[in-house]
């Protein structure tokens, strides 16, 4: 097996990535796929770091436009990511990964607390690291979480999974014509309000230079290709 193209990367997963074939919730089947490939590259010696969305659980924004008090939502947009976490090390340590959860809001029955300095030194022994509760604030995102993230563990690459190839001028599942973007900068994702991450994560990577990988993690595989070098997916740079 080849050597790792880089020491650390933090892969983000929306929550929705992990519905697959059910309504709602995990798909177990595709759970265990995604830790197959976490586990792989984490077993080449790749330091990796997992932030995971809520959205097949619960999203703030969406239970506000039902009535309910929007901190409140957002409140349970992160306990969902604490769930998701805890289905994912548990899918990880199934596959002998050692795995940390940490979580930004305190839930230190079920996982430890966010401490940065703990976090580094859980990756410098190869432990996979999942980062729950998204920044632990109302009114973000976990695209944002992962970029803060990734810039305080100094990772070498961001990586946001998405069901397409990478980043299009257009919906690529509605607009067929849409055009691929192997390349592109982060001010040109802003002003063309391409799909990319919310503009927030997008300035944070910019500001700290964190090249962000738009790519497809459903093929079998992909994050050992990536992590072996392979250009695979759009990259987003300066
Ligand atoms: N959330 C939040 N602060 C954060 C991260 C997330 O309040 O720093 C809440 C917010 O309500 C969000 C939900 O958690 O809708 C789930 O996160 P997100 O929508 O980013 O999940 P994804 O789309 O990646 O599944």
């Known amino acids: 097996m080849s050597q790792p193209a880089y ?11 992990l519905i697959g074939d059910e309504s709602c919730g995990i798909d177990p089947m595709l759970l265990g796929r995604l830790a197959d490939d976490v586990a792989a590259s984490a077993q080449q010696g790749l330091q990796i ?3 995971i969305g809520g959205g097949n659980l619960f999203r703030g924004a969406a239970l506000a436009a039902e009535g309910m008090d929007r901190v409140t939502g957002d409140h ?24 940390r959860v940490m979580s930004a809001l305190k839930v230190n029955q079920v996982c430890e607390d966010y401490i940065r300095r703990r976090a580094l030194r859980h990756l410098d022994k190869g432990r996979v690291t999942i980062f729950a509760a998204g920044t632990g604030n109302p ?15 100094g990772a070498d690459l961001l990586i946001k999974a998405t069901k397409v190839d990478g ?8 607009h067929p014509e849409a055009i691929f973007y192997k390349r592109l900068t982060y001010d040109q994702a802003i002003a063309e309000r391409l799909q990319v991450m919310d503009t927030t994560a997008i300035v944070l990577c910019r500001d700290n230079g964190i090249p962000l990988r738009i790519m497809n993690i459903y093929e079998a595989g992909a994050l050992a290709r ?13």
């Open 167 to 174: 980043v299009f001028s257009e919906d690529p599942m509605t």
């Open 139 to 153: 009114f973000f995102t976990t695209d944002s979480a992962a970029s803060l993230r990734a810039v305080e563990i």
């Open 7 to 17: 020491r650390r990367i933090l892969l983000k997963l929306s929550g929705e990535a």
């Open 226 to 238: 990536v992590a072996a070098g392979e250009d695979i997916g759009s990259l987003v740079v300066t």
């Open 76 to 99: 349970m947009g992160m306990l969902a990511t604490v769930m998701n976490a805890l289905a994912m090390q548990d899918a990880l340590e199934r596959r002998s990964v050692p795995t």
């Open 49 to 51: 770091a997992l932030v």
